[in-house]
């Protein structure tokens, strides 16, 4: 592989991860006094761990 091409691949690894981080730590919010709310509408799972749930629910279902 190029180098060139091999940097720009290992920088948009770096701004996914970047990104991912950013968008978890907006999923919830924690009150002065300590309790822990989850935005629904906010929450951030990757395609990974999606995979690990639906395989989950399917053995679940079984």
Do not use: W, Y
Not at 16 to 36: M, N, P, W, Y
Not at 39 to 46: G, M, Q, S, T
Request: without cysteine; glycine residues 4%.
């Amino acid at each position: 592989m190029n180098e060139s091409v091999r940097k720009l691949s290992d920088r948009l690894r770096e701004i996914e991860k970047r990104t991912i981080e950013d968008i978890r730590s907006r999923q919830t919010s924690q009150s002065f006094g300590g309790a822990l709310r989850v935005d629904p509408d906010k929450v951030f799972i990757n395609e990974h761990d999606g995979r690990r749930a639906i395989e989950s629910l399917r053995k679940l279902v079984r």
